[in-house]
T-cell receptor
Framework: SQQGEEDPQALSIQEGENATMNCSYKTSINNLQWYRQNSGRGLVHLILIRSNEREKHSGRLRVTLDTSKKSSSLLITASRAADTASYFCATVLYSGNTPLVFGKGTRLSVIA | NAGVTQTPKFQVLKTGQSMTLQCAQDMNHNSMYWYRQDPGMGLRLIYYSASEGTTDKGEVPNGYNVSRLNKREFSLRLESAAPSQTSVYFC??????????????FGSGTRLTVV
């Protein structure tokens, strides 16, 4: 069963605007990761946030984590057409040595 | 370039045929994974190998077998393909299943159609 659930399923914005995607999960986690997938390609790791961290930045990406609400958000600032892709959150469960569990993704379209 | 290489990129099978999807990584990673991606379902784990010599079932293992041939290679076999196995298959690798700094490295995928 899916651990993470992204919201919205699809998002369309103008170039230069900010894009916010949310991820909710069900059980305690060790860390949460965000990945990008361009059409017809494999997934690319963007950023990882540990369960004891609340916010992390990487270039135009900002990720927040609220473990009390079991949710995370990914903010892409000043979006570009090249940011058009699907974005997935993935979680590492707190217990055990188990692989990443992915959500269903948010499809982002950035219109030039 | 370093990374994960999957072959073939595209394949069409008839129901009941068998095939093996190949995956190789050159990053000296210990762990390797097979995921499938279906529309609206995200990625679901089929099998994984935490280290050379070990394999474990994931969320959707039925109809598949795997072989960790050596540290570099992890193959996925469909013994008797079914239309429900039509999907895009991704291989990935990492130093270990639980990563605390870096994520997984993915291949570019194999698009499989079973008719």
């Amino acid at each position: 069963s899916q651990q993470g659930e992204e919201d919205p399923q699809a998002l369309s914005i103008q170039e230069g605007e900010n894009a916010t995607m949310n991820c909710s999960y069900k059980t305690s986690i060790n860390n949460l990761q965000w990945y990008r997938q361009n059409s017809g390609r494999g997934l690319v790791h963007l950023i990882l946030i540990r369960s004891n961290e609340r916010e992390k930045h990487s270039g135009r990406l900002r990720v927040t984590l609220d473990t009390s609400k079991k949710s995370s958000s990914l903010l892409i600032t000043a979006s570009r057409a090249a940011d058009t892709a699907s974005y997935f959150c993935a979680t590492v469960l707190y217990s055990g040595n188990t692989p990443l569990v992915f959500g269903k993704g948010t499809r982002l379209s950035v219109i030039a | 370039n370093a990374g994960v290489t999957q072959t073939p990129k595209f394949q069409v099978l008839k129901t009941g045929q068998s095939m093996t999807l190949q995956c190789a990584q050159d990053m000296n990673h210990n762990s390797m994974y097979w995921y499938r991606q279906d529309p609206g379902m995200g990625l679901r784990l089929i099998y994984y190998s935490a280290s050379e010599g070990t394999t474990d079932k994931g969320e959707v293992p039925n109809g598949y077998n795997v072989s960790r041939l050596n540290k570099r290679e992890f193959s996925l076999r469909l013994e008797s393909a079914a239309p429900s196995q039509t999907s895009v298959y991704f291989c990935a690798s990492s130093e270990r299943p639980v990563m605390e700094i870096y994520g997984y490295t993915f291949g570019s995928g194999t698009r499989l159609t079973v008719v």
